[in-house]
């Protein structure tokens, strides 16, 4: 069994120790391009997260794209061989991390918690009249691993939370809206909105005026999924007419956000650096490694991607 390690951004020895624990015998290593007229090694498998072009044309004979995250958009943006699958993480201790996010995010925005900061800085001692919790809906954009696992945690707050997803969910105590058609509806239902999408053709730019517009009046956005669903210019419009109160957004168009982006500065937004939910490196080694295993029994394994769908 050979593996080939190229993770952008990752340093690779604790995971190259990690993998042969879990995988004895397993030949693993760190790719390096090959220099000019270097036959280079091939692999069976790849662990990857956002590999360069160069590799996918070396490593010709891949079965397998093991994703070290949830979201492949760096692996569709790529030139494909057909027969290369892509397997994205499930899970792996990302949905109890995202949920602790999302709470964190309409609980601050619910009980005004940023606004209680500015009264301690200024030594003011000031009630607030406390916001209705019917009227805090909570819209929930994906309904897959993470988004069905954030609208189940948000309702141990008693908040009224609505899904939209391809197809219909059955989550209980929450409401599912599905596909273009019945979007309208949702949004309109919304007050704070928490997009966990993929990023594919159908949803990149979806965080648009359009949309934004139809959620009620001082809406909150929650962006934990990719910066290229939302129109920024649209959310800075839209929170200085005075249609939405504010937004958390954890990931961004260019990562790091760049000095002079206006983000930084406006008092509505709060910023953290794609860190809603990360890759835990023992949970993914395990998942990984008990997939690698399935494949060679010759069983199907969870989570491949569509290539065509895009997630
Ligand atoms: P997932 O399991 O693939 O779920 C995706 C959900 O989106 C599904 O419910 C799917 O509907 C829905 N969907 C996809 N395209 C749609 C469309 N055109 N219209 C309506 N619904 C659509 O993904 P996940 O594991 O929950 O992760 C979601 C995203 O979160 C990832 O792709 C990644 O970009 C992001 N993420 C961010 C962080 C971070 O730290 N910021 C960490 C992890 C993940 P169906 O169920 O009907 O197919
Ligand atoms: C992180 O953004 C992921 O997709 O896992």
Redesign the pocket.
């Known amino acids: 069994m050979k593996i080939v390690f190229c993770c952008t951004n990752t340093k690779a020895d604790l995971w190259l120790e990690g993998f042969r624990l879990a995988l004895p015998g397993v030949d693993i290593w760190e790719w390096q391009a090959a220099e000019a007229g270097q036959t280079p090694k091939l692999a069976d498998h790849a662990v990857v997260w956002s590999p360069p072009q160069a590799f996918i044309d070396e490593q010709k004979q891949l079965q397998n794209l093991f994703n070290i995250?949830?979201?492949?958009?760096a692996l569709l943006r790529l030139q494909l061989p057909a027969a290369m699958n892509i397997v994205?993480l499930?899970?792996a201790g990302?949905s109890m991390?995202?949920s602790e996010y999302v709470c964190h995010a309409v609980i601050r925005q619910f009980r005004e918690f940023d606004d209680y900061q500015s009264d301690t800085q200024a030594q003011r001692w000031s009630y607030r009249k406390p916001s209705v919790r019917s009227e805090f809906a909570v819209g929930v954009?994906?309904?897959?691993?993470?988004?069905?696992k954030v609208a189940e945690a948000l309702q141990q707050f008693q908040f009224p939370v609505n899904?939209?997803?391809?197809?219909a969910?059955q989550i209980q105590g929450v409401k599912s809206f599905?596909?273009?058609v019945q979007l309208p509806d949702f949004l309109k239902a919304t007050r704070v909105l928490v997009n966990?999408?993929?990023?594919?053709a159908?949803?990149e730019n979806i965080l648009n005026r359009a949309n934004l517009q139809q959620l009620q009046k001082n809406a909150y956005l929650i962006n934990?999924?990719?910066g290229r669903h939302l129109v920024d210019q649209d959310l800075l419009d839209l929170l200085d007419e005075g249609h939405m109160a504010g937004a958390m957004l954890?990931?961004f168009r260019v990562e790091p956000l760049p000095q002079d982006h206006a983000f930084w500065k406006h008092p509505k937004i709060s910023i953290t650096p794609?860190?809603?939910?990360?890759t835990l490196r023992d949970e993914s080694i395990a998942q990984i490694a008990s997939k690698i295993q399935t494949v060679y029994q010759g069983l199907p394994i969870e989570g491949r991607v569509d290539k065509v769908?895009?997630?």
């Open positions: 995250g949830a979201g492949v958009d994205r499930n899970d990302m991390q995202m954009l994906g309904a897959g691993v993470l988004g069905s899904v939209w997803s391809r197809s969910k599905t596909g273009q966990l999408l993929p990023l594919t159908e949803t934990v999924a990719r954890d990931v794609h860190t809603s939910a990360r769908r895009g997630y």
